[in-house]
């Protein structure tokens, strides 16, 4: 089934390009969800209802994690889940950027065997399998070899490097670089245009899982802010930060974090 199930996360990711670029960003009927969740716009739900019913109907005895569904404990019964983003970065696909993403994945008991991140607007296609390396539009990838993580470019949002993240109780000097969506970050990582990528609050699994496993397969290392493996299909749905790098630099930037609850 591992090629077999990859190939269908790049035909539904393909497909849920088409959709989505149907819809012009600034102009796509848009709304916040309860709960300060962010918001959605018509285009998420449009990509959603796809994939929800042909990836589905393709494997009925797999579980489903999405964002824009209703959760069930059910999957937490599923020995595979899909763990699908619609649209990653929806505020930026409704500004008009060309920076969102589709973000989709399985997880076997816990851990993530395939992946695609898909920007239609950039015509990048990340992809990957467990043993099976990490590609962009059929090219292979390697994370960054740069070690010297006061020096590397790292992707990661401005509040990160306050002093109280660190335990010098100094902002880093590393190159603070941003992009909105969360999988296209953990992407850049596994392509080695970036040397790594941090977010120290609390993530949402379908933002991270994808980008995991393409960093784990371009021979990078991923953890939760404190250097605990990454582990999807959990009840609440949450990870605790996530840092993803080559080795060497995941565990400088783990030992120059404090170890704090979020």
């Not at 509040?159 to 992009?179: A, C, K, M």
């Not at 296209?184 to 994808?210: H, Q």
């Not at 996530?242 to 565990?251: D, S, W």
Request: proline residues 4%; negative net charge; charged residues 20%.
């Amino acid at each position: 089934m591992q090629a077999a199930d990859l190939d269908l996360l790049i035909q539904a990711a393909e497909q849920a390009g088409d959709i989505a670029c149907r819809y012009t960003g600034p102009t796509a009927k848009r709304w916040d969800k309860p709960d300060g969740a962010g918001p959605v716009t018509e285009a998420d739900l449009a990509v959603n209802a796809y994939l929800e019913d042909h990836l589905q109907n393709a494997r009925p005895s797999y579980g489903w994690l999405s964002e824009e569904s209703a959760d069930s404990d059910l999957r937490l019964t599923k020995d595979c889940v899909f763990i699908i983003d619609p649209i990653d970065g929806t505020r930026s696909f409704a500004e008009g950027s060309r920076t969102w993403a589709h973000s989709f994945a399985i997880a076997q008991q816990g851990h993530i065997t395939h992946a695609v991140v898909y920007l239609p607007q950039r015509d990048l296609m990340f992809t990957a399998s467990s043993g099976g390396g990490s590609f962009c539009n059929g090219r292979q990838l390697e994370v960054s070899a740069h070690n010297d993580w006061n020096t590397a470019n790292i992707l990661a949002p401005k509040p990160n490097l306050s002093p109280e993240h660190w335990h010098t109780n100094e902002s880093p000097s590393f190159q603070r670089h941003f992009r909105p969506s969360l999988a296209y970050r953990l992407a850049s990582v596994a392509s080695g245009k970036f040397d790594a990528m941090i977010t120290l609050r609390a993530s949402w699994e379908w933002d991270i899982a994808a980008g995991d496993l393409l960093i784990r397969e371009a021979g990078g290392v991923t953890s939760d802010r404190t250097g605990q493996a990454l582990r999807f299909n959990t009840a609440d749905k949450k990870l605790n930060g996530v840092l993803g790098a080559n080795q060497t630099i995941h565990q400088d930037l783990q030992e120059a974090l404090r170890d704090v609850s979020l």
